[in-house]
């Protein structure tokens, strides 16, 4: 057995936007559960490149995986498992050799239970599932008592097929006959966790929130994020680009206590780029803390700060504050970054209502003072969590690209996934977010390719998030030695 204790299956739901996460994911709450990630794995771990959606890990107890589920944005189902197998037959022989008597009737006695019948990659019948909970009955032994409406225990099966969508011609091969999707394995076990329709993140949805920026960041990315950085309780969190705030509301609902800084103050003000909800009234304040006082979160410690400019006092006598630093730097044309400089020489007639001339502040500079602050500010082991914003072309070598450049002429653009093509003579990489390509998935092409590297620093994690234009988001996660 693992040195963490039982199997548990675990179950991702099929996020196209964010699905190359999970692992990342997974392994951050695992670890901030007390659970070694070298251990976590039933055997090796699942290749990102698969798309299959199961796990199976070793966890030490049923309260450990509920605490996992409750915090993640992509696990489904957590699952006690207690069998598996390619038949019926393997499956309960699985069964009797795990699940002693006693353990068996401890969740059966006195615990009446209720049957969930799941056939992944195609569509069960009422009659289906009823058949396939009748192949099972020899696993009990006469006093189990069933109730539908208020189980204590509730036992599952995944009868996991092939899906059908992974084919190009989709339901029909290429004689117009219907697939019949082919059968995998089973899983049976008793469900520990399963994901809710209104999960407590779902409260601080970005169409509820009162007010937004033009680049506020998606909620389910923003509470992703948190639980890669492992943000709990007691630790401090650090937004040096917080905006109005989404990331500090993620941190903070997970119990962090934050502080953030931002170059512009008509953000933290809530002067001319803030978006503003209906329920907003037009006396009421628009500046970052709002947010906060609509949720009842703890407000933030927050100040205007040029990040190449720090207000810090870095001297070597002051020892570092923050456990966590969590972040989201500026790009692109709507918010691309700025450092306080200037454009020309001027007068400053009234310094009260003086706004400090900006500077281009290109993505190499960001990343660089980015980590060099980091550095300074982040306790030993403290993690540096942030989105690297990059173009897709990056992570192909120049013998990938001559590859791609030939399928690419010879393919129609709906026949293949990746293209590359020029546009204003400028040559892009161009893929849809569900692409399962190597370049895109190995974590080890990526942080070679385009993760910025700095002494101070280990590599502890990174996943891809395709976006349109030949563009991608990286999750990047570092380990301050």
Known sequence: MNENGRKYLVW???????????????????????????????????SPLST???AIVSLPSDEIAKRIGEKSVLIRYIVDLWGTGGSDDDVIDSVRKSVSREVWDSHFVGKPFSYKVIGY????????????MCAFATLFYGPEKVDLKSPITNLIIIDQFEALNLFPTGTRDDKNNPLVPKFNRTFYGRIVWSYSTSPPRSKYVLTERPILGPTSLDNDLAFMMANIAQVEGGKLVYDSFCGTGGLMIAASALGGTCFGSDIDVRVLRGEFVSYVHKQVSENQSRDIYENFKYYKLPAPEVIAMDNSHTSFKLSEDRLPMFDIILTDPPYGVRAGAKKIGQKSPHDVVDRDSYYPQMLGYSPDEVNTDLLSLSSKLLVSNGLLVFLLHIDLIDLFSQEELEELRALSHTRSAGATRVLVHKFSGTEYVYANEGARDRQFLDEVNIRDRVVPIHPDFEFAGCALQILAAGTGRVIVKLRRC
């Open 121 to 132: 990659g195609t569509q069960y019948s009422d009659k289906q599932r009823k058949d396939r």
């Open 52 to 54: 299959d959606p199961f």
């Open 12 to 46: 991702f739901g099929h996020n196209n936007s964010y699905f190359n996460c999970r692992f990342l994911e997974l392994e951050s709450l695992a670890e901030q559960n007390g659970v070694r990630v070298e251990s976590l794995y039933d055997s090796t771990r699942p």
